[in-house]
């Protein structure tokens, strides 16, 4: 069963820095294209990042791109979001996903979530 | 303002067929697969379709298909637990970006 959690939502100061890990299991994580999507409170789904299997490509929303950095640690079953320079707009839950291929195609399973908020 | 264009909202009657589209460009829909997911009272989406191959465990009401820049989501014998937001996603290589529609709220009245 495929199980993707993510961690370290909470609270984050306006400029400030946070990081969401996601851990995977049940499927061979090295082998598929991850992601990250937002959903701020009340609206709906927003795509921010991709990583191919491997971790060579990368690809941004220009809502994010210069301020969060999608990483991946295959030996670990792992995906990073280092999320810089926060914005109160930044507040949404994050979802971890995974695709259907090695690169950007489409999302075969998602997250729970991990709510961020940035506030003074 | 998103790239891709869903209805806001759709309603329907238990049993009949709806259909949700979600338009785009030759920069995406008309070049790209897309995918559709359902969101139920904010939980984790699931997705319901692949292009217009169903996910295991989506019943068989649920069917795809594409015409040119624009996609759809058929929902044949809709169900009360079918009610829920829809939302399209495909890529994009003018955003060099995966995009999501703004999501139609489906009413199953």
């Known amino acids: 069963e495929v199980q993707l959690v993510e961690s370290g939502g909470g609270l984050g100061q306006p400029g400030g820095s946070l990081r969401l890990s996601c851990a995977a299991s049940?499927?061979?994580?090295?082998?598929?294209?991850m992601i990250w999507v937002r959903q701020a409170p009340g609206k709906g789904l927003e795509w921010l990042s991709v990583?191919?299997?491997?971790?060579?490509?990368?690809y941004y929303a220009d809502s994010v791109k210069g301020r969060f950095t999608i990483s991946r640690d295959n030996s670990k079953s792992a995906l990073y979001l280092q999320m810089n320079s926060l914005r109160a707009e930044d507040t949404a839950v994050y979802y971890c996903?995974?695709?259907?291929?090695?690169?950007?195609?489409?999302?075969?399973?998602w997250g729970q979530g991990t709510l961020v908020t940035v506030s003074s | 303002q998103s790239a891709l264009t869903q209805e806001a909202s759709v309603s329907g009657t238990v049993g009949q067929k709806v259909t949700l589209s979600c338009t785009g460009n030759?920069?995406?829909?008309?070049?790209?697969?897309v995918a559709w997911y359902q969101q139920i009272s904010h939980g984790p989406p699931k997705a319901v379709m692949f292009?217009?191959s169903l996910p295991s465990g989506i019943p068989d009401r649920f069917s795809g298909s594409k015409s040119g820049t624009t996609a759809s989501l058929t929902i044949s014998g809709l169900q009360p637990e079918d009610e829920a937001y829809y939302y399209c996603?495909?890529?994009?290589?003018?955003?060099?970006?995966?995009?999501f529609g703004g999501g139609t709220k489906l009413t199953v009245l």
């Open positions: 996603l495909t890529w994009d290589y003018i955003l060099s970006a995966q995009v």
């Open positions: 030759s920069n995406n829909i008309g070049t790209y697969a």
């Open positions: 996903a995974k695709d259907l291929d090695t690169v950007a195609t489409m999302i075969e399973y």
């Open positions: 292009e217009n």
């Open positions: 990583i191919s299997a491997s971790g060579t490509s990368t």
């Open positions: 049940g499927f061979s994580f090295g082998r598929f294209a």
